[in-house]
């Protein structure tokens, strides 16, 4: 097969390329990371909406996923969005402030220097203008990154190509490095929304999303929980489906904006919501999902809560309550409450 294989989700080819990683011969130790490597791997996903992993022993944290792909459609770089979600991610800053090549919002929603239009905005007109474009690439990786010493963050990212077709907005992601225990599931969360954030834009239907990597690895001190993971998949019996409803035709930079409003109110526990109080924001159900997960997260972060509001979970789709409840038991507990 000459061309990416397709997958049904993003479940399928994580662990297609976990048990790849496993079995590898190629050991390499990068910058203190140890680490089993294969050269030059690809999957595609049919319907990119099908962005989420439903393994148990993986615990995947909808709450940064969507925080993730929120602070990249907004073109932010601060730390003080991203690191309440992901502590972490503060080691890979310079100045404590901000994050450099891993902003892939910030490379892509704003003018570069000299310029008064984002490279974003730029390939939406060559793409509603030039028809069956081969050039609506968007490049993240900067030659300036490599003259930067001792960078602890250099984009893993290297662009995304928008190719519009038969009235359907495909992408594919080219990414030099991605980490495929801790960094995959992420990068394709956030890259199908910005994908599908793309079609809207465009009002055009969503088609493939291929991602395509030159180095996919696994780091050695995460391969008991890799272990355990691929265990699981071999056991159950079927995997878990829950689908993944389609973002609003009608959503805007505005609409990014009025959910990240009421997210910085969540984060700095400046207000607190029920679940009747964020379906009186305005916003659509979609939208409204993000919400209720970050009211979650307050709960657990600043209540220092041992049972979530049971109307909270409840308002959740059911697959994010069924990620939510195997992160943090404790919503587990309040959801059988209810």
Not at 111 to 130: C, I, K, M, N, W
Request: one cysteine or more; aromatic letters at 8%.
């Amino acid at each position: 097969m000459l061309t990416a294989p397709s997958y049904r989700s993003v479940e399928e080819p994580y662990l297609a390329l976990l048990r790849l990683a496993c079995d590898a011969q190629q050991h390499i130790t990068a910058r203190g990371n140890a680490a089993r490597e294969v050269i030059g791997v690809s999957f595609r996903l049919p319907d990119p909406r099908q962005r989420l992993p439903y393994l148990a022993s993986r615990r995947a944290n909808p709450v940064f996923q969507y925080a993730e792909a929120l602070w990249y459609l907004a073109g932010r770089r601060d730390l003080a969005m991203i690191g309440y979600y992901a502590p972490s991610m503060r080691f890979s800053s310079i100045d404590g402030i901000n994050l450099g090549g891993s902003a892939y919002g910030h490379t892509l929603f704003n003018p570069p220097a000299g310029d008064h239009r984002s490279p974003f905005e730029r390939v939406l007109e060559l793409l509603r203008t030039e028809k069956d474009s081969k050039r609506g690439y968007l490049p993240v990786f900067s030659r300036a990154e490599l003259a930067i010493k001792d960078n602890p963050d250099m984009a893993c990212l290297a662009g995304l190509h928008l190719l519009v077709r038969d009235k359907r907005l495909h992408m594919v992601c080219h990414m030099r490095a991605n980490d495929l225990d801790c960094g995959l599931l992420s990068d394709v969360f956030s890259f199908t929304m910005i994908q599908e954030y793309t079609a809207t834009q465009l009002g055009l239907e969503l088609g493939t999303y291929t991602h395509v990597i030159g180095s996919a690895h696994v780091n050695d001190h995460n391969t008991e929980r890799v272990k355990k993971v691929l265990h699981e998949a071999k056991e159950r019996l079927a995997p878990r489906c829950f689908p993944f409803p389609s973002m609003p035709s009608a959503t805007t930079r505005g609409t990014i904006t009025h959910v990240l409003h009421h997210e910085e109110l969540l984060r700095t526990n400046t207000t607190h919501y029920s679940a009747a109080d964020i379906a009186r924001l305005g916003l659509a159900p979609y939208w409204q999902q993000p919400l209720l997960l970050f009211e979650v997260y307050r709960q657990i972060v600043h209540d220092k809560t041992k049972a979530v509001r049971p109307d909270v979970l409840q308002a959740l789709h059911p697959g994010l309550r069924w990620l939510l409840e195997h992160r943090w038991p404790s919503c587990a507990a309040a959801g059988s409450k209810q």
